[in-house]
């Protein structure tokens, strides 16, 4: 019986991954530009205590991500390519909420999920350590395109 629970938290671990590596349909080039707009927790608790996060962000031509999320800054982060997509790993300056849980995670995973019509959406991994961190907060990003 024991193994056989091993077995399947083994395989369960591993769905996360295998959904994540899905190739993506973002052209890089068509990230390039300043980005502003929100992101917000998908956690109900957190979404209803701080509300949507200000966001702003710039890719520049080499694909180096730099901006503001909430209160913590992003410094320029060059992106993680994994199968075709572009990912994110930035260690935030400062804190993205003041309060709470969530104000000791200073590590961001950011994912770019669409981009087109001046819109920007993806997601992100509020976390403590890049890798496995079943306390992580994750959420949304809608942006657009800045003049």
Excluded: C
Excluded at 21 to 50: C, I, M, T
Excluded at 76 to 94: A, H, N
């Amino acid at each position: 019986m024991k193994s056989v629970l091993i077995a399947t938290l083994a395989l369960l671990a591993l769905l996360p991954v295998a959904a994540s590596d899905k190739p993506s349909s973002v052209d890089p080039q068509s990230v390039v530009g300043s980005w502003n707009g929100q992101a917000r927790f998908y956690e109900k608790k957190l979404a209803d205590q701080h509300g949507p996060l200000p966001t702003r962000l710039h890719v520049g031509s080499d694909l180096t991500l730099s901006g503001r999320l909430g209160a913590a800054t992003l410094p320029p982060t060059q992106p993680v390519r994994r199968r075709g997509r572009l990912d994110y790993e930035v260690s935030l300056q400062g804190a993205v909420l003041a309060e709470g849980h969530a104000a000791g995670k200073r590590q961001l995973v950011l994912l770019i999920t669409s981009v087109g019509d001046g819109r920007l959406s993806g997601d992100f991994h509020l976390k403590t350590r890049f890798g496995w961190d079943p306390t992580m907060h994750p959420g949304a990003l809608e942006l657009e395109r800045a003049p």
